[in-house]
């Protein structure tokens, strides 16, 4: 068995696993919650537990790790260094040394290393060319066309929902001003939904329906935003198809309804049956995608 480890560090939790690299299943997992407000070096001692975890679980298997990769939710720029601090601030932070004796350590986004899995292991063995975005706590996207998923000319091609877009009414001039992420996100729809009701629920709360008809509302109006985003991607790229990703974009009641919404943004009317498909590999690719840094391109999902 060709395998390595993967850690998926997000927003909420960091997650981590042993990779079967040649069909891309999980062998071993666990998963932490993420320190916020402590730092680089104390989100990498928790990963760096995890790596231990999955090290030992692979040698009382008799499994050799091919290295290590991580998946950050960052701007990581082709030299593989992060190059933002959404998260934390990496700037002096020594990421290699935090996994030393764990092999080879490979560093990209987060969102790149999903797409990745999916290539290899999921919907991209179908597909000439695809978008994936993920929808958790923050949103980010990655496209993948004949095999390789782009990574722009310094490696930051993952943002679409992060800046502002600026819209004028037609005939009073008023400027509206939105961010996407800061609405749609599960972070976003949190904090929109606290400023509007005055209570707190968390994005699990309002998919699943537990943040009465506010709730209801608001997970109508963000998965209409976000349809409305993916049809201008789909207008501007034309990929075969769409995958969603991510534990918001995955979850049922977000992602049928942002399904159902995307043709509707979408301007050739020949590609509105486009497919809009749910991660075949599920909360599980980030980490899979993170391990499969170190797959062969020509053996990876044979």
């Given at each position: 068995?060709?395998?390595?480890?993967?850690?998926?560090?997000?927003?909420?939790?960091?997650?981590?696993?042993?990779?079967?690299?040649?069909?891309?299943?999980?062998?071993?997992?666990?998963?932490?919650?993420?320190?916020?407000?402590?730092?680089?070096?104390?989100?990498?001692?928790?990963?760096?537990?995890?790596?231990?975890?999955?090290?030992?679980?692979?040698?009382?298997?008799?499994?050799?790790?091919a290295?290590?990769?991580?998946?950050?939710?960052?701007?990581?720029?082709?030299?593989?260094?992060?190059?933002?601090?959404?998260?934390?601030?990496?700037?002096?932070?020594?990421?290699?040394?935090?996994?030393?004796?764990?092999?080879?350590?490979?560093?990209?986004?987060?969102?790149?290393?999903?797409?990745?899995?999916?290539?290899?292991y999921?919907?991209?063995?179908?597909?000439?060319?695809?978008?994936?975005?993920?929808?958790?706590?923050?949103?980010?996207?990655?496209?993948?066309?004949?095999?390789?998923?782009?990574?722009?000319a310094?490696?930051f091609?993952?943002?679409?929902?992060?800046?502002?877009?600026?819209?004028?009414?037609?005939?009073?001039?008023?400027?509206?001003?939105f961010?996407?992420?800061?609405?749609?996100?599960?972070?976003?729809?949190?904090?929109?939904?606290?400023?509007?009701?005055?209570?707190?629920?968390?994005?699990?709360?309002?998919?699943?329906?537990?943040?009465?008809?506010?709730?209801?509302?608001?997970?109508?109006?963000?998965?209409?935003a976000?349809?409305?985003?993916?049809?201008?991607?789909?207008?501007?790229?034309?990929?075969?198809?769409?995958?969603?990703?991510?534990?918001?974009?995955?979850?049922?009641?977000?992602?049928?309804?942002?399904?159902?919404?995307?043709?509707?943004?979408?301007?050739?009317?020949?590609?509105?049956?486009?497919?809009?498909?749910?991660?075949?590999?599920?909360?599980?690719?980030?980490?899979?995608?993170?391990?499969?840094?170190?797959?062969?391109?020509?053996?990876?999902?044979?």
């Amino acid at each position: 068995m060709r395998a390595a480890i993967g850690i998926d560090i997000g927003g909420t939790k960091i997650a981590g696993g042993l990779v079967d690299l040649t069909v891309g299943t999980l062998v071993d997992q666990a998963e932490l919650p993420t320190p916020h407000g402590q730092g680089a070096d104390a989100i990498l001692a928790v990963a760096a537990d995890i790596a231990e975890r999955m090290q030992r679980s692979a040698e009382a298997k008799g499994i050799a790790s091919a290295g290590i990769g991580i998946g950050l939710p960052e701007l990581v720029g082709l030299d593989g260094v992060p190059a933002s601090s959404w998260i934390a601030d990496w700037s002096q932070s020594d990421i290699a040394r935090a996994f030393a004796g764990h092999g080879p350590v490979a560093v990209d986004s987060d969102v790149r290393v999903a797409t990745l899995a999916e290539l290899h292991y999921g919907h991209g063995k179908a597909l000439p060319s695809f978008v994936f975005v993920s929808a958790g706590t923050g949103l980010s996207f990655a496209s993948c066309v004949g095999g390789i998923v782009q990574r722009g000319a310094n490696g930051f091609a993952i943002h679409f929902a992060s800046s502002e877009l600026v819209a004028f009414d037609g005939v009073s001039g008023r400027r509206a001003d939105f961010v996407l992420e800061s609405f749609a996100s599960g972070l976003g729809m949190a904090r929109v939904y606290k400023a509007r009701t005055g209570r707190t629920a968390t994005a699990r709360d309002i998919v699943e329906g537990r943040a009465g008809s506010e709730g209801a509302q608001l997970l109508d109006e963000a998965t209409t935003a976000l349809a409305s985003y993916l049809g201008q991607m789909i207008n501007m790229i034309d990929p075969h198809g769409v995958v969603i990703g991510g534990g918001l974009g995955t979850a049922q009641p977000y992602f049928d309804r942002l399904r159902s919404k995307v043709p509707t943004y979408v301007w050739a009317e020949a590609c509105r049956g486009l497919p809009v498909l749910a991660s075949a590999l599920g909360s599980a690719a980030g980490v899979i995608g993170a391990a499969a840094l170190h797959a062969d391109k020509n053996s990876a999902g044979e």
